[in-house]
């Protein structure tokens, strides 16, 4: 396979957030890949960048102004006392797995903007992949905070993407399902979504395979509900299919990949069993495609794996064989106990789906996308611009990745955006209540 374009966003910031004590979601994760990563000499084979900060105008793309305004008021100190009632409203707090830390919002910020501006250069044409791993947040809803996710980086960026390209296909093998991304576009033939999730008595409870999509968005939302114990073969056994089958039908000007970690074996929330091969040979399966890819991160909650599986999935996207004796780095004792391995071996655990289960799973999502007639394609409009336009006149002071080039694009692209009504999924109507 030709070399790829890759870029890469990190900041050297994004590891110290902290959820607090306890918490399973600890961004230095990010800091551990990062180092992993450098260490294995891969940031020679991508352009690595600095992400802008996302206003509160991004983020309103999608998100209401109420939910936006209330994230970059809230803190530890007003959260008792000023903003107690509405918490709840927003599903942030104590009381529930999306707590008020410090710097949250910069935090949003950060790992949105780094998802926007690879979707911007993609649109650009300016790289074939871009990575962000702080990024894949795909429970956070229009209105609120869910399962440690604030403001739903995948969505804006899908959005973003949608200024250039007709269709887009998201892609979520995070061990959860993909709800907040499937909700925002539940009804456009614009986006297709696909989630392979565990389903049944499992975090958020959605992601049946009879929920498909509604009004224009039928059959264009795709869910693949798989038990515990899922391996290596019997994912590829039932991912590959799925997705060459939407390839050809949908045929998609670009892919949003989420590669959510805790469908790794040995994760500390999840109860899967896939290695490091397993996870990314979906990844090499995706790209193999040539589609501009936009490649985020998700769950993960055994964080020494987590940054493996990241560090070889970036391996795989630059097409470079990395070593399996993990090389020395800031993190090296954490990687004792498989003796310095890069690679995991899968457990004894049962595999409880059955061949049975997964041609039945695949069957029937193979009928449901028979039923699609052809790619959708949308009238050819004026492209809306990159950064939506802000009365306080300051939305790119803090941006540091180089889009100059942006204008050059000679496809024509740039002068001709494609527009659609109804493009994602507002929430519930007053009177669907
Ligand atoms: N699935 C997922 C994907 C991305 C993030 C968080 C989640 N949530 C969970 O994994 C989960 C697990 C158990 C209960 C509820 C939710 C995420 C990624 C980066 C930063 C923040 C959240
Ligand atoms: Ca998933
Ligand atoms: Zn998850």
């Not at 269709?167 to 995070?174: A, C, E, G, N, S």
């Not at 979906?282 to 020494?304: A, D, H």
């Amino acid at each position: 396979m030709a070399k790829k374009r890759v870029a890469y966003f990190y900041h050297h910031d994004i590891g110290n957030y902290y959820y607090g004590p306890g918490h399973p979601m600890k961004p230095h994760r990010l800091k551990m890949t990062h180092n992993l990563l450098l260490t294995y000499g891969l940031y020679k084979k991508m352009d690595v960048y600095r992400q802008h900060w996302a206003s509160r105008e991004e983020m309103t793309q999608f998100h209401s102004q109420e939910y936006v305004d209330f994230l970059q008021k809230v803190s530890p100190d007003n959260v008792r006392k000023e903003l107690n009632e509405v918490t709840s409203k927003f599903n942030v707090g104590e009381s529930t797995d999306c707590p008020v830390f410090d710097g949250l919002f910069d935090y949003c910020s950060a790992y949105t903007g780094a998802t926007l501006d690879g979707a911007r250069m993609l649109n650009h044409n300016l790289k074939d992949i871009c990575i962000n791993w702080a990024g894949g947040l795909h429970h956070a809803k229009k209105n609120e905070a869910s399962g440690f996710c604030y403001v739903n980086d995948i969505v804006l960026g899908i959005l973003e993407l949608l200024k250039h390209h007709s269709r887009v296909l998201y892609i979520d093998i995070d061990i959860h399902h993909g709800d907040g991304v499937e909700e925002a576009f539940y009804v456009t033939d614009r986006v297709m979504t696909c989630s392979f999730h565990k389903h049944g008595d499992f975090f958020p409870g959605t992601g049946d395979i009879k929920h498909i999509g509604r009004g224009a968005g039928k059959y264009f939302s795709v869910n693949v509900p798989l038990d515990e114990g899922m391996d290596d073969e019997s994912f590829a056994y039932i991912f590959k299919p799925v997705i060459q089958n939407i390839m050809q039908r949908f045929d998609p000007g670009a892919i949003v990949l989420q590669c959510g970690a805790d469908s790794l074996t040995g994760d500390r929330l999840g109860c899967f069993n896939l290695t490091l091969k397993g996870h990314a040979q979906c990844v090499k399966f995706v790209k193999s495609f040539g589609v501009p890819l936009l490649v985020l991160g998700g769950g993960g909650y055994t964080i020494k794996n987590v940054a493996r599986l990241w560090t070889f999935e970036t391996s795989v996207l630059v097409g470079e064989e990395i070593a399996n004796q993990i090389p020395y780095n800031d993190y090296y004792e954490q990687f004792k106990q498989n003796k310095y391995m890069l690679h995991l071996s899968p457990t004894d655990q049962a595999n409880k789906n059955t061949r049975e289960m997964l041609d039945r799973t695949l069957n029937h999502v193979l009928q449901n996308l028979s039923y699609l007639r052809g790619a959708p394609s949308v009238q050819v409009q004026e492209v809306p611009p990159d950064y939506p336009s802000n009365t306080d006149g300051d939305i790119n002071d803090a941006r540091d990745v180089d889009m100059s080039g942006a204008q050059a694009d000679k496809s024509g692209a740039l002068s001709s955006a494609r527009q659609h009504p109804g493009e994602y999924y507002e929430g519930p109507k007053d009177q669907d209540k």
